[in-house]
């Protein structure tokens, strides 16, 4: 196999041939999970290989279409996948839907950045779709292939595709079903969805992307095309902030790595850096970030200096000291990435930190010696930051000191025996009395109650001295044992969690929903990675009990409406009772165990972040103190619920 750029590509450079089932069967490993992040994450996977196209120089336009029948259909206009023979005699498009790790991304020349992560993309998306087809424009035609979990279902005369129409023009369209079989939940989340395919435009100026969601009744239509780039996203992640300096961008290439960095302060306690690699959002952070964050702090010191705002007895700034109002993009594209992590979305190529660090360092001096009253806003917001961080870290040692001995201070922590947390539970529970029945009700062995009275503290409107003032708080950063991460300095450990589930148990009311939302809030900015890595759950207490009169021991339990509806249509009217449950607190030790604890029957909710920007703001925004579009955001999605059953 040759490593030149040929334009008769072809057939020739794809290789490695493995059937779909792994896919199948262990759909995690290719997707990540089979819930809402898995399903979108299908879209980006067929979205991805199109803008690969486009990175490789020959598509610039993109369609996504949500279909009215649940189906995506994404169309570029790039080369077209190729359809000529593969030397195992198969069609090369066929061997690229239907095998794994074909697709020519892994010969680097081609593809000269292709993100590292997605080289199996469009064959794990048919495996776990119920249909695609798959159109290729190319040479004057039209052709055509169509599949089934995977498996083609059209028959090839003389080992040809079907040619279904005649095409001046070249490119692909993907049409995908996921598999219900799969997905628990098969609707798109079209907010997702829109928000990953404007930042794909900024990250490709030249790129247009055409998107419909034609699944409402007056279906949306959306044009993205950014041409300024990161500029752009600087900018619309600071809109409606106040923002102290200008939008700046660094911009260079080193040993094959293209650099682009944007950088705004905005007057606010908040540092919020996005990393990408080839286009991917390297949520986990990495040597990108690492090179970039060590090089700014290195020089904001040494202007601090120069200018007279440090001593020579006054310390450095922390980092996160001279981050502090720092909204920041940095983009690379680098030939051949390397991930890890939990998600694989840290990037660990060594060398990229020093070409950032370098980039950064050459271009921001420049900026600095021609700019230094933005220079100056940002010594001030370090110098906030500083005075803040001294404040706390003496609250926290405080804090830290008197817990080790006064450890749940207040008794209401009911722990359980077991000590192994891969097999502990912790039910955070709404009011007393149902954190009674629970105590009694529990499984002893794994499960832990810790009942909370009254509302949690909002952490997103509370200072952290009030915040780890916080009786609750204290509580819970003490049981679950893996300390927290916020804003300045990081003791959080999730090797040190001490229970594999946490489950919040409240009322299926309002004030438990209000609850619900509290200690997420909570759990989000303090310890986002028990979120990210899967750990919380919200229980589903049900809202009714049917008994049947002649035989109350076949009592159901129905968790919704629905549910009762469902009930009242197959049983005879009378011949039953319905009790409904305003509470927790008003069901027995038995029903709360046989609806709530117990692992064969309840049903708990996964709470999951596809996406922690949008989550971010989106917390700021229901739980910060700027109330406007708080209403508006409620209506729109108080029926999105997912359960996870
Ligand atoms: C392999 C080789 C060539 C193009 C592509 C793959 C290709 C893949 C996808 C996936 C979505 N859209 C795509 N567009 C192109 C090059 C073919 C040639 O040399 O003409």
């Given at each position: 196999m040759g490593k030149s750029i040929r334009d008769d590509y072809g057939a020739k450079n794809i290789t490695v041939l493995e059937g779909l089932e792994p896919v199948r069967k262990r759909p995690g490993m290719y997707i990540g999970d089979v819930g809402l992040k898995g399903l979108n994450h299908l879209v980006y996977e067929i979205l991805d290989n199109s803008v690969d196209e486009h990175l490789a120089g020959y598509c610039n336009n993109i369609e996504v279409y949500l279909e009215k029948d649940g189906s995506c259909t994404v169309i570029d206009d790039g080369r077209g996948i190729p359809v000529d023979l593969h030397k195992s005699g198969i069609p090369a498009l066929r061997v690229v839907l239907t095998t794994l790790h074909a697709g020519g991304k892994f010969d680097n020349e081609t593809y000269k950045t292709a993100g590292g992560l997605h080289g199996v993309g469009s064959s794990v998306v048919n495996a776990l779709s119920s249909h695609m087809t798959a159109e290729v424009s190319r040479d004057g035609n039209v052709y055509r292939d169509t599949y089934e979990r995977g498996k083609p279902t059209l028959k090839l005369v003389k080992n040809k595709l079907p040619i279904v129409g005649k095409s001046k023009k070249t490119g692909t369209k993907i049409n995908f079903s996921p598999d219900p079989e799969i997905f628990a939940h098969t609707k798109f989340k079209a907010d997702w969805i829109k928000s990953r395919l404007h930042e794909t435009c900024y990250l490709n100026p030249n790129l247009h992307i055409h998107f419909e969601n034609r699944t409402l009744t007056t279906p949306e239509i959306i044009d993205y095309h950014e041409p300024e780039g990161l500029v752009s996203f600087i900018k619309e992640l600071n809109h409606g902030k106040h923002t102290v300096t200008k939008e700046i961008m660094l911009k260079g290439t080193l040993d094959k790595?293209?650099?682009?960095?944007?950088?705004?302060?905005?007057?606010?306690?908040?540092?919020?850096?996005?990393?990408?690699?080839?286009?991917?959002?390297?949520?986990?952070?990495?040597?990108?970030?690492?090179?970039?964050?060590?090089?700014?702090?290195?020089?904001?010191?040494?202007?601090?200096?120069?200018?007279?705002?440090?001593?020579?007895?006054?310390?450095?700034?922390?980092?996160?000291?001279?981050?502090?109002?720092?909204?920041?993009?940095?983009?690379?594209?680098?030939?051949?990435?390397?991930?890890?992590?939990?998600?694989?979305?840290?990037?660990?190529?060594?060398?990229?930190?020093?070409?950032?660090?370098?980039?950064?360092?050459?271009?921001?001096?420049?900026?600095?010696?021609?700019?230094?009253?933005?220079?100056?806003?940002?010594?001030?917001?370090?110098?906030?930051?500083?005075?803040?961080?001294?404040?706390?870290?003496?609250?926290?040692?405080?804090?830290l000191s008197k817990s080790k001995f006064s450890f749940d201070s207040?008794?209401?922590?009911?722990?359980?025996?077991?000590?192994?947390?891969?097999?502990?539970?912790?039910?955070?529970?709404?009011?007393?009395?149902?954190?009674?029945?629970?105590?009694?009700?529990?499984?002893?062995?794994?499960?832990?109650?810790?009942?909370?009275?009254?509302?949690?503290?909002?952490?997103?409107?509370?200072?952290?001295?009030?915040?780890?003032?916080?009786?609750?708080?204290?509580?819970?950063?003490?049981?679950?044992?893996?300390?927290?991460?916020?804003?300045?300095?990081?003791?959080?450990?999730?090797?040190?969690?001490?229970?594999?589930?946490?489950?919040?148990?409240?009322?299926?009311?309002?004030?438990?929903?209000?609850?619900?939302?509290?200690?997420?809030?909570?759990?989000?900015?303090?310890?986002?990675?028990?979120?990210?890595?899967?750990?919380?759950?919200?229980?589903?207490?049900?809202?009714?009990?049917?008994?049947?009169?002649?035989?109350?021991?076949?009592?159901?339990?129905?968790?919704?409406?629905?549910?009762?509806?469902?009930?009242?249509?197959?049983?005879?009217?009378?011949?039953?009772?319905?009790?409904?449950?305003?509470?927790?607190?008003?069901?027995?030790?038995?029903?709360?165990?046989?609806?709530?604890?117990?692992?064969?029957?309840?049903?708990?909710?996964?709470?999951?972040?596809?996406?922690?920007?949008?989550?971010?703001?989106?917390?700021?925004?229901?739980?910060?103190?700027?109330?406007?579009?708080?209403?508006?955001?409620?209506?729109?999605?108080?029926?999105?619920?997912?359960?996870?059953?």
């Open positions: 790595t293209e650099v682009e960095v944007a950088i705004q302060f905005i007057d606010a306690f908040e540092e919020n850096i996005l990393g990408f690699c080839n286009n991917i959002y390297t949520q986990e952070g990495g040597t990108h970030l690492v090179g970039f964050k060590t090089k700014f702090t290195q020089l904001l010191n040494s202007y601090a200096r120069q200018l007279g705002s440090l001593k020579e007895k006054d310390e450095n700034f922390t980092g996160p000291d001279t981050r502090n109002g720092m909204t920041a993009i940095v983009a690379v594209k680098y030939p051949d990435p390397l991930f890890e992590g939990q998600t694989k979305t840290k990037l660990a190529s060594q060398d990229v930190a020093k070409t950032v660090s370098t980039i950064v360092g050459e271009q921001l001096t420049h900026y600095f010696d021609r700019n230094v009253e933005d220079v100056k806003a940002m010594i001030s917001q370090a110098e906030k930051s500083a005075k803040i961080r001294k404040a706390e870290e003496k609250a926290k040692t405080n804090l207040n008794g209401k922590l009911a722990n359980c025996i077991s000590k192994n947390p891969e097999e502990c539970e912790i039910f955070i529970v709404e009011g007393d009395s149902a954190g009674g029945s629970a105590k009694t009700s529990r499984n002893r062995n794994t499960q832990a109650i810790l009942p909370l009275r009254g509302k949690i503290l909002n952490v997103e409107k509370a200072s952290m001295d009030k915040v780890l003032a916080n009786a609750e708080i204290k509580t819970m950063i003490n049981t679950f044992g893996c300390g927290f991460s916020e804003g300045y300095g990081n003791d959080f450990d999730i090797s040190k969690l001490r229970y594999d589930k946490i489950i919040l148990m409240t009322d299926a009311d309002v004030d438990g929903s209000h609850i619900d939302t509290l200690l997420l809030t909570f759990l989000y900015r303090f310890m986002p990675d028990l979120i990210n890595e899967g750990h919380v759950y919200v229980s589903m207490p049900p809202l009714f009990a049917a008994i049947p009169k002649n035989k109350p021991e076949d009592k159901e339990y129905l968790y919704d409406e629905k549910a009762l509806n469902d009930y009242r249509k197959k049983h005879k009217e009378g011949s039953y009772e319905v009790k409904r449950f305003k509470g927790l607190g008003e069901m027995d030790p038995k029903e709360l165990w046989e609806t709530t604890l117990n692992p064969d029957n309840r049903v708990l909710k996964r709470v999951e972040i596809e996406d922690a920007r949008v989550a971010s703001k989106v917390t700021e925004m229901l739980m910060g103190s700027e109330v406007s579009d708080r209403r508006e955001f409620i209506y729109e999605h108080a029926n999105e619920a997912v359960l996870d059953l």
